[in-house]
């Protein structure tokens, strides 16, 4: 047969046999005309080779399987040097799987200690904003506005349990191990898809509507927030992981947001909740910590685009405490 049969045959191009007759894999006859002539073991040496490039065997690896077959056996693997390719394989993958598991220990070594660092010190902070950062769009007028029920009112003074989160930065981190010193971590409702619409009347529910233009507010805010004393900035809500990094990607945050969807920390702590469309989200709340423990709560917070500010201040007028 001729070379496109064949190649169609065996399920491979007609540069692959090419290239195997090259590497002397495949022998094909010539007919009286010059073409190259394949028969029917041709093609069952080039499924073979196929076949055994999937599992990861180069061409040139495949030669004892197809000298295997020439010998007239129906499997290319009835032959012991075949048996041997494996084993040389075999050995190579796992060297391999060594080498990758070792790297894969030392970059999460590497991050986790990346994480514990902090927020990245800048030798002289920018005089200028940077306009190139997306923003939120601008909160609607109007908005009701959230009366403290004393829903929080408890938490002050509480120990964060040992809860452990993965970020959207890939970094798993346990809450009571976070810092030893002042840190932020505030609760938002609801992210959700960028391209569906918010639960309906959510305008109308007191607090709920503002969490990316909370989340624009500590981004922007982040050397204040350093510079009066907090070590990290963590947020934290029943959103999607999905949901979150479209979110971080959007308005590029430079801290992680956690994804708790089954509010396993508003159980564990008794954070305010309110139910909207059948689901039950975190009411926003900002707890100010040291350590592992609660050392000031924000709550209600309104409005949610300056409320990174209002925490800054706070700080400021706190540092000594």
Not at 94 to 116: C, F, N, P
Request: hydrophobic letters at 40%.
């Amino acid at each position: 047969m001729r070379a496109g049969e064949a190649a169609a045959a065996a399920g491979v191009t007609i540069k692959a046999l090419r290239y195997y007759e090259t590497c002397g894999l495949l022998r094909p006859g010539r007919a009286a005309n010059g073409y190259r002539d394949y028969t029917a073991q041709d093609v069952r040496l080039a499924e073979e080779i196929r076949s055994l490039g999937v599992l990861g065997l180069a061409p040139l690896e495949t030669r004892p399987f197809l000298e295997c077959l020439r010998a007239g056996h129906e499997e290319g693997d009835h032959c012991a040097e075949s048996l041997a390719a494996y084993q040389r394989k075999i050995e190579a993958l796992d060297l391999l799987l060594a080498r990758l598991a070792h790297s894969r220990e030392e970059l999460i070594r590497r991050r986790d200690a990346a994480a514990r660092r902090g927020f990245p010190a800048t030798t002289e902070p920018s005089k200028e904003p940077d306009t190139m950062l997306p923003e939120a769009d601008p909160l609607p007028s109007g908005l009701p506005v959230p009366v403290d029920d004393g829903a929080a009112a408890h938490l002050p003074g509480r120990t964060l349990p040992a809860l452990s989160f993965t970020g959207t930065d890939g970094a798993t981190v346990r809450l009571d191990t976070v810092s030893e010193g002042r840190w932020v971590l505030f609760c938002y409702p609801l992210t959700g898809d960028p391209a569906a619409d918010v639960p309906e009347g959510w305008n109308d529910i007191p607090g709920a509507r503002g969490c990316s233009q909370e989340a624009c507010g500590f981004r922007d805010n982040l050397q204040a927030l350093r510079a009066a004393g907090v070590d990290r900035v963590l947020a934290l809500s029943s959103d999607r992981a999905d949901y979150q990094q479209a979110l971080v990607d959007r308005l590029h945050l430079p801290y992680p947001l956690f994804s708790d969807p089954r509010l396993t920390l508003a159980d564990a702590l008794r954070l305010p909740t309110f139910e909207a469309e059948g689901r039950t989200l975190y009411r926003r709340l900002t707890l100010v910590l040291r350590g592992a423990t609660i050392e000031h709560v924000f709550y209600p917070v309104f409005p949610p685009d300056t409320h990174a500010d209002e925490v800054a201040q706070w700080l400021r007028g706190h540092r000594g405490s």
